[in-house]
């Protein structure tokens, strides 16, 4: 059982709007401590998506924004394409400053 | 360029010990962190631990206490994962990720060690 509790799959159309959480608590992201997303397409090692909450790294589509907001976080991607099929993983810390991880989201595209 | 490289794939007995190295180049290596991460067959993400290339100081998750250790050679720019008394479920793919100093996220990854535990 993860630290983090995402949904264990999403779905949507072609150019639609999905939103995948990360719930945590008082103990890791409702401490303050930021939040970062992985992006692991089939067979693939997992890539830096979202760091620090909402930050982009170069050659990231804006399409993917991420929010936080208490002990929960959020990715959001729009303008969904086929390529965006993926599990998607939120990561922050505890309170000993150890990583903690999402169980991980599947996104597939309808 | 960043690039971490890993070992090659390993097969192991249940109780025996297994070494992974993480080859790095294209930046200063005490200057960032060094993750390890595994990745069960179809499951997700463990973090493991952390060391610090610069001064060896670590943190290991309590999950693997006592049987892990990580380690540095800052004379060839590598990082060392070792697992011991290997059990079914240390069958994994393992990962060495580099820890960006500014927002502490994994921002570059190694291609993945496949640790095969059998009997």
């Known amino acids: 059982q993860s630290v983090l509790t995402q949904p264990p799959s999403v779905s949507g159309a072609p150019g639609q709007r999905v939103t995948i959480s990360c719930t945590g608590s008082?103990?890791?992201?409702?401490?303050?401590?930021?939040v970062h997303w992985y992006q692991q397409l089939p067979g693939t090692v997992p890539t830096l998506l979202v760091y620090g909450n909402t930050n982009r790294p170069s050659g990231v589509p804006d399409r993917f924004s991420g929010s936080k907001s208490g002990a929960s976080a959020s990715l959001v991607i729009t303008g969904l394409q086929a390529e965006d099929e993926a599990i998607y993983y939120c990561?922050?810390?505890?309170?000993?400053?150890?990583?903690?991880f999402g169980g991980g989201t599947r996104l597939t595209v309808l | 360029q960043f690039q971490l490289a890993q070992s090659g794939a390993e097969v192991k007995k249940p109780g025996a010990s297994v070494q992974v190295s993480c080859k790095t180049s294209g930046y200063t290596f005490t200057s960032h962190n060094i993750n390890w991460v595994r990745q069960a067959p179809g499951q997700g993400l463990e973090w493991m631990g952390w060391?610090?290339?610069?001064?060896?100081?670590?943190g290991y998750s309590q999950n693997l206490q006592g049987r892990v250790t990580l380690t540095t050679d800052a004379s060839t720019s590598t990082a060392y994962l070792e697992l011991r008394s290997l059990r079914s479920d240390d069958t994994a793919i393992y990962y060495c990720?580099?820890?960006?100093?500014?927002?502490?996220?994994?921002?570059?990854w190694g291609q993945g060690t496949l640790v095969t535990v059998s009997s």
């Open positions: 008082s103990s890791n992201i409702g401490t303050g401590y930021d």
């Open positions: 060391i610090s290339p610069s001064d060896g100081f670590t």
């Open positions: 990720a580099r820890e960006s100093s500014h927002s502490g996220s994994f921002d570059y």
């Open positions: 990561q922050s810390y505890d309170s000993t400053l150890n990583v903690v």
